[in-house]
């Protein structure tokens, strides 16, 4: 089970900091990956790691993404929010150890709404 927190409503130039924290598996060993959702469009890729780290062209420069172990719980700092980061984020988790697409992904989160105003 994952469990995603963190969102909220902030403005332009902000940062957050989204948490995901897993239960009853651990990240060891397999991608962990962070998703986001407009109403009316496709699920996109946001971040991912594993042996590496994976960004989105979007978000390269601005957003990283990490992993406590001890913790089991990945996060996604945001810097410099833009209204366009405005989505429901969805934290996941493979079962491989390379994973950027979405059909990679067996265990997803509930979402945690981040809005962006301009």
């Known amino acids: 089970q994952l469990q995603a927190s963190g969102g909220g409503l902030v403005q332009a130039g902000d940062s957050l900091r989204l948490s995901c924290a897993a239960s009853?598996?651990?990240?060891?060993?397999?991608?962990a990956g962070w998703f986001r959702q407009v109403p009316g469009k496709e699920r996109e890729f946001v971040a991912a790691i594993s042996w590496g780290i994976w960004y989105a062209e979007s978000v390269k420069g601005r957003f990283t993404i990490s992993r406590d172990n001890a913790k089991n719980t990945i996060y996604l700092q945001m810097n410099n929010l833009k209204p366009e980061d405005t989505a429901n984020y969805y934290c996941?988790?493979?079962?491989?150890?390379?994973?950027?697409?979405?059909?990679?992904?067996?265990?997803w989160g509930q979402g945690t709404q981040v809005t962006v105003s301009s």
């Open positions: 996941a988790a493979a079962l491989s150890s390379y994973a950027v697409k979405e059909y990679d992904y067996k265990y």
């Open positions: 009853g598996r651990t990240f060891n060993g397999y991608a």
